[in-house]
């Protein structure tokens, strides 16, 4: 197996995570993504999608969504379980990992490119270009914002984001939150409940890669 | 169990085709979208999302993510397995389930919902107003059919969406292809393999639903 990382991004951060809290040592190749790598030809052949995380899997297949890659790591190392032991809980970690990265890292993201200098025409990750959006930069503020009151609000009823148990739900969230300082959303006041729960996925050696 | 459906709306299609394929007979409760219904305080109580498809469990939880519903329904009743049976076909259907929805469905309804007049300020849906974006709406049209090129090219090197299976991908698939016929894109001719697939998968009783 193989791993392709870029160590600022926040996507493959979640793979980072999950590879460590399942104990797992897979190789890791770094991609710059700051010089364009993910968009040259040698690149497109592993992930036509031009993005990171990637994973090559054993049988030498390249996987390169989050949620597939999470899948397979689930699958061929299932101790611990990241994604609930239950049907109700494999089901609530789905939908939550899910409606995270929908409604929170789609609505960070959009707000970001839609904005930065250096993403003139790369509103959208990929290989097609498109230009920047500004009404929908603050629509994806707006939306990220409405997003983190919500998770502010499910953690008041429970521990962790799916349930009472850790999942990649709560990798998702992490790097969803911590990604959200990007824009300057900010949860240190005004979000009781996120605040504990961050402080505590946080502590996990895991959350420092 | 219950399953809140919408006849003419596309994503509850999805589970509507899930379960007949499963085998299971859950009751239907229709939610009344054209006038409303979703958005009524009744309603908010089983989904705040108000959006349907929404499955109440055994467990009498509301799950109203269409992959959570899938997760769950394959979790329990496992035959016929609609995700794959080894890890890599399960990464893979995951993987492409993901995308369908994504690349395909999204970029589709962002055509629809900022252009409908129906639609004002429903550019998005759930329980916020969002006014509609006409940029937006031309992006999700150019994306749509970057999308149905991408999936044709993928069904020219694959007899189902997620290899050589039916799986939930290719119910995905098969709606988001429908769905894009409501803006006008039409893969009868040019789309070679999506055509052949389309057929193919739409000639299965469950499809008719």
Do not use: C, Q, T
């Given at each position: 197996m193989k791993f392709y990382d870029c160590q600022p991004a926040p996507s493959p951060r979640r793979i980072r995570i999950c590879i460590a809290e399942k104990g797992l040592d897979i190789p890791v190749v770094q991609v710059d993504l700051r010089n364009g790598e993910h968009l040259g030809e040698a690149f497109r052949k592993i992930n036509p999608q031009c993005t990171v995380p990637v994973l090559e899997t054993r049988e030498g297949e390249h996987l390169w969504e989050s949620v597939a890659i999470y899948r397979y790591l689930e699958e061929i190392q299932p101790d611990p379980p990241l994604m609930g032991t239950t049907p109700l809980e494999k089901a609530m970690v789905t939908q939550w990992d899910h409606?995270?990265?929908?409604?929170?890292?789609?609505?960070?993201a959009e707000a970001l490119r839609n904005t930065?200098?250096?993403?003139?025409?790369?509103?959208?990750t990929g290989p097609e270009n498109y230009p920047q959006i500004p009404e929908l930069a603050e629509r994806g503020r707006k939306r990220a914002v409405t997003f983190l009151r919500v998770l502010d609000d499910r953690l008041g009823h429970s521990r962790y984001v799916a349930g009472d148990f850790y999942s990649v739900a709560d990798i998702t969230g992490l790097v969803v939150v911590d990604f959200?300082?990007?824009?300057?959303?900010?949860?240190?006041?005004?979000?009781?409940?996120?605040?504990?729960?961050?402080?505590?996925?946080?502590?996990?050696?895991?959350?420092?890669?």
């Open positions: 409606r995270i990265e929908i409604e929170g890292f789609y609505a960070v930065a200098k250096g993403m003139r025409n790369r509103a959208i959200a300082g990007w824009i300057k959303l900010d949860i240190s006041e005004g979000y009781p409940n996120l605040k504990r729960w961050h402080d505590e996925v946080s502590a996990r050696p895991s959350a420092k890669l």
